[in-house]
């Protein structure tokens, strides 16, 4: 249960792979689940391992890794500074050419898996000290973490459990960087909330729309949805929520999802 991730290369259609990407042999043990998470951003790569030894064993670490030529090479290693035991520290990883963000959904600051999300900069393969985010009407059992994106000054950061709306209805937190800190934007919840949607599973965070994941986890009596929400200067507007036009309860339509121009795929 050690894990790994895996980089392929396209060469003319074809998919052959290029590289395994292990974490350090000084971190490797039983459940670290490296490759838990992963993103990729030109010659970069970074790895979840929400078993690994951070600050303390099991804490959870993620990995840079860059590219040169065919060669991948593990470049900075992301850990909580006040990482404990089983708090998931990468179960989701997020990039862009300025920031990471790495979720520990099981973090405990305001109570069992309240959870947290740390952002670092970054500055090619240099990565700085983190500042962790908890929202501010985070409790227990919110599971705040359990999905991240990142895109400029923008983070959207998905809180499974959430129960605003019933028991895991789950929402989702806009945070907006302002050259110097991280504040909280918004809470995005879905206009329909139902128990055990699990609204906030996956985010996407791209051009202006969030795109978020409720797949309604082992309810076989609801189908799952996927909602999109555009930004208006400081407000955000959903604007559209989709299901599969064959899609039946117990399907978890929404479980995965990625975002490009004017397409979404959902799993």
Known sequence: GAGAAWIYHRDNGDWIPQAKLL???V?????DFSGFSVDILGDDAIVG????????????????????GTNWTRVAKQQATDGAINDSFGNA???????????????DDRGNNTGACY????NGTNVGAHVKLIASDTVAGDFFGSSVSVEDDLLLVGAQGDGDGGSFAGAAYVFTFDGTNWSEA????????AATAFFGRVVELREGRAIIGAPCINVSSLPGWVY???????????RAVLQGDDTVNGNEFGASLDHSGDRVIVG
């Open 49 to 68: 391992s929400q078993g690994a030894r951070g600050i303390s064993q099991a804490a959870g670490a993620s990995y840079l890794f860059h590219r040169t």
């Open 228 to 238: 999109i929400f555009e930004r208006e200067g400081t407000n955000w507007v959903e």
């Open 93 to 107: 990883v997020d990039f862009s050419s300025n920031f990471i963000a790495v979720g520990a959904q099981a973090d």
């Open 23 to 25: 974490m350090p042999l």
């Open 27 to 31: 971190d490797m043990d039983f459940n």
């Open 186 to 193: 918004a809470k995005l919840r879905a206009s329909n909330p």
């Open 119 to 122: 952002v670092f900069p970054r």
